[in-house]
């Protein structure tokens, strides 16, 4: 039993990893008054560049930096249209992510054609830093990504609530007319949310190219975006209940992993489609009377 | 002297010219695409716009493609003109499909007068099932649609995994797909030698009928209405909630015609791949045209003719066929920043005197 329960968290652990990467950096932008619907394609995109470099240059290092550099770019993509242009941004959202699963599948099928068997790289090791615990040896046993998601969380939570950065991002989510009053650009900070937004966005992703997987699938995200979407309402906007919203899906997951094996009497196809229900409900459970960011889906228009 | 941006309204002139000067600025970008793909990027653009349209059989085949892009198109104009962000027409377009299985495996021995009627109000009735759950928690728990239509399409790709490795698996090939449907229930074609089908007709009647309802009728006002400001058209005595909740139906359903049209008119049994992304396409669709009948038919074959092209560009320069869905996701973008754009005037000017003068002070 101790067993079972001990490598259950340890999975948990590793399904929200890139949950939480894509989640915090969803925050940022809608903290900022950007519902930035370019996560599933910026997820993807850093997917597949972290995959690509890290053949390229054969380290798994330099392609999660230049997957978060790629991250970046899209983030600044999505404040050209959404706080340059002002533009709706649910369809200019949905429009990067288009535009990146495109390019990421076009750019995957020039560089490796069509093989039988996908490339494949020699992907991230798990690591133990509390060595010698015996029981627990499977907990700690995790990818070195998921302990920096993990220290993540209280970092956002310190720069966002303890910071003038964090306060004036805040207020640039609730009152832009404020914060412009107050002599601060509404653009700039705009802008750095959505591409530090995007480059944790794009490190979610290369978490499961160069971590989990050690290989680019055309099925790597699947909809895992869209999940952050809505673990960011779960989550009141708030990262440390983003990181509760995580572990929740990435315990529904873990579990009916889990199920699946133990070949309980229903079709696996139930199991898979079970976190995503449950995502659902706890939406209608969680999300009620969760105020969003005032500002949200306004572009601020300086007259 | 620096530039500045200022805003002002456009001259009546530019507005027709948008979709032309979206279409260069697009091609001028994905060519280095095409370049990278080591082919000439005219030759590219000619099999992309020019050679799906030099004979009969794949000017035709434009139009198929355009089917059900026809009617992705028009669910989410349908749903978006009301203020409603239906981003499951994708989920949608598995329930018809779904639908449409069970029907054409069920049906047989019936006449087609029947069965086929049957099939388009099956396919319409599953595809407002699936758009249901998300607009109630919606109207009844103010649960946002975005995030439920989206994780819903998720979860309609298990539902039909499970049926073809299950229940529906073919048992004479043994594939994960469906045995194929009754005879009685497949759409009949609408030219000799030629894939074109009952569906294409379907859904000009669907973007004809849309046209009517959002113009012609009490729901279409009050839709339009809800669409430019729910707070405003509440004030003004409209029931809000109950707009949306027709809207998201009808929406839904219209999606759902879109899988039985693929299923009854192209793939004869149902596949996980039955749509690569439809659903999607008919947000770039719908935005394209405006959210207007007229242009989203306009948008619908157009967009029908960059698939067509692409697969061209593919077969003949080795440029993979991805290419097309960059396309089309980079017109939607440039198309957008074009019609912000509009309105800005770009204009070089000498600082004025109260900037100078605030700059000396400082």
């Known amino acids: 039993m101790e067993v079972f329960v001990i490598s259950l968290v340890a999975a948990t652990l590793r399904v929200a990893t890139p949950l939480i990467f894509g989640t915090l950096g969803e925050l940022f932008a809608e903290r900022a008054g950007i519902l930035n619907l370019g996560i599933e394609g910026t997820m993807f995109f850093g997917a597949f560049v972290g995959f690509w470099v890290a053949q390229v240059s054969e380290s798994l290092w330099i392609g999660l930096l230049a997957a978060v550099l790629a991250g970046m770019a899209a983030g600044l993509l999505m404040a050209v249209f959404s706080v340059t242009l002002g533009v709706n941004q649910h369809v200019s959202g949905l429009g990067i992510t288009l535009l990146l699963i495109g390019l990421s599948l076009f750019s995957f099928r020039l560089i490796f054609g069509e093989p039988r068997v996908p490339p494949s790289i020699r992907p991230f090791t798990q690591l133990n830093p509390f060595p010698g615990i015996p029981l627990l040896e499977p907990l700690f046993e995790q990818y070195a990504l998921t302990y920096v998601a993990l220290a993540l969380v209280p970092m956002v939570w310190w720069l966002l609530y303890r910071t003038d950065f964090g306060l004036r991002l805040r207020a640039v989510g609730e009152n832009p007319e404020a914060v412009d009053a107050a002599g601060i650009s509404v653009f700039r900070l705009r802008y750095l949310a959505l591409t530090i937004g995007g480059g944790l966005m794009a490190a979610g992703g290369a978490f499961l190219s160069l971590g989990q997987l050690g290989a680019f699938t055309y099925g790597i995200i699947a909809g895992r975006g869209w999940v952050c979407i809505a673990l960011i309402i779960f989550a009141h906007w708030h990262p440390v209940r983003v990181l509760w919203g995580a572990l929740l899906f990435g315990g529904v997951f873990a579990l009916q992993l889990r199920l699946q094996i133990a070949g309980a009497d229903l079709p696996y196809e139930t199991f898979l489609a079970l976190p995503y229900v449950v995502t659902i409900i706890a939406l209608a459970i969680a999300g009620r009377g969760a105020a969003a960011p005032a500002a949200l889906l306004r572009p601020y228009k300086r007259e | ?362």
């Not at chain 2, 962000?85 to 029907?103: F, H, K, R, S, V």
């Not at chain 2, 405003?232 to 879109?258: D, E, F, M, P, W």
């Not at chain 2, 669709?285 to 989203?296: D, F, W, Y």
């Not at chain 2, 097309?324 to 912000?340: E, I, K, R, Y």
């Open chain 2, 1 to 362: 002297m620096r530039f500045r941006l200022e805003r002002s309204p456009a001259p009546y002139w530019v507005r027709p010219l948008i979709p032309v000067i979206a279409l260069i600025i697009t091609f001028l970008l994905t060519a280095s695409l095409i370049v990278w793909a080591d082919a000439n990027p005219f030759e590219g653009y000619y099999y992309f716009l020019i050679a799906p349209l030099a004979n009969r059989v794949s000017a035709i085949e434009v139009l198929v493609k355009s089917t059900p892009l026809l009617l992705t198109g028009a669910s989410v104009a349908f749903a978006f003109a009301a203020g409603y962000w239906n981003i499951g027409a994708e989920g949608q377009l598995y329930a018809g499909a779904i639908a449409a299985t069970w029907l054409g495996l069920t049906l047989d021995g019936v006449s087609p007068f029947i069965a086929i009627p049957l099939m388009l109000i099956g396919g319409f009735i599953a595809g407002m099932l699936w758009a249901l759950p998300p607009v109630w928690l919606k109207i009844r728990l103010n649960v946002d649609e975005i995030v439920t239509t989206l994780l819903l399409n998720s979860v309609i790709l298990f539902l039909v995994s499970f049926l073809l490795n299950g229940p529906w698996r073919d048992p004479i090939s043994g594939w994960p797909q469906s045995p194929e449907i009754a005879a009685a229930t497949v759409f009949p074609k609408l030219l000799p030698r030629a894939r074109l089908h009952l569906g294409f007709l379907v859904a000009m009647m669907v973007i004809g009928l849309m046209w009517y309802v959002l113009s012609r009728t009490r729901l279409g006002l009050t839709m339009r209405a809800a669409g430019l400001g729910p707070e405003a058209a509440r004030y003004a005595g409209i029931n809000v909630k109950r707009t949306l909740l027709t809207a998201a139906l009808i929406s839904g359903g219209i999606a759902g015609l879109a899988g039985v049209s693929e299923v009854a008119g192209i793939h004869f049994h149902l596949i996980e791949a039955i749509s690569p992304g439809y659903g999607y396409t008919g947000i770039v669709i719908a935005t394209l045209g405006a959210l207007n009948p007229i242009g989203v038919a306009i948008a619908g074959l157009f967009i029908g003719l960059i698939e067509t092209g692409s697969q061209n560009v593919s077969r003949a320069l080795g440029v993979p066929a991805y290419l097309g869905d960059v396309v089309q996701a980079t017109l939607l973008l440039v198309t957008l920043a074009a019609l912000a754009l509009q309105n800005f005037r770009l204009r070089l000017r000498a600082p004025d005197a109260a900037a100078e003068l605030a700059a000396e002070e400082a």
